[in-house]
């Protein structure tokens, strides 16, 4: 059983930055694919980023494209989200999701683990 959780979100300024982590944990992750999404309050919850456990595979939704970077530790079973000049509209839970790398990556339906959540607040 894949255990997921998520850290680092918090209170922050418009133009402001967060690292999140995901720590992960349990069956080898060689054929997964680990994503962010966000939940806003009201809204559906939509995909953020997404890299490849193994390989070079990164996905982007186009509006956090140049501001946030995901990446992995495989030897921490760690994935990032960096997230630079933070907008207002970037206020959301944050979940970190893991998935087969042959389903589409973009889907939360393609994902079958889930962590808790954590919350980040952009203020104006």
């Known amino acids: 059983q894949v255990q997921l959780v998520e850290s680092g979100g918090g209170l922050v300024e418009a133009g402001g930055s967060l690292r999140l982590s995901c720590a992960a944990s349990?069956?080898?992750?060689?054929?997964?694919?680990i994503a962010w999404f966000r939940q806003a309050p009201g809204k559906e919850r939509e995909f953020g980023a997404a890299?490849?456990?193994?390989?070079?595979?990164?996905y982007y939704r186009d509006s956090v494209k140049c501001r946030f970077t995901i990446s992995r530790d495989i030897a921490k079973n760690t994935v990032y989200l960096q997230m630079n000049s933070l907008k207002p509209e970037d206020t959301a839970v944050y979940y970190c999701?893991?998935?087969?790398?042959?389903?589409?990556?973009?889907?939360?339906?393609?994902?079958?683990?889930w962590g808790q959540g954590t919350q980040v607040t952009v203020s104006s």
């Open positions: 349990g069956p080898t992750f060689s054929s997964y694919r």
């Open positions: 999701a893991v998935g087969s790398v042959y389903a589409y990556w973009a889907s939360k339906d393609s994902y079958q683990f």
């Open positions: 890299i490849n456990w193994i390989g070079s595979s990164i």
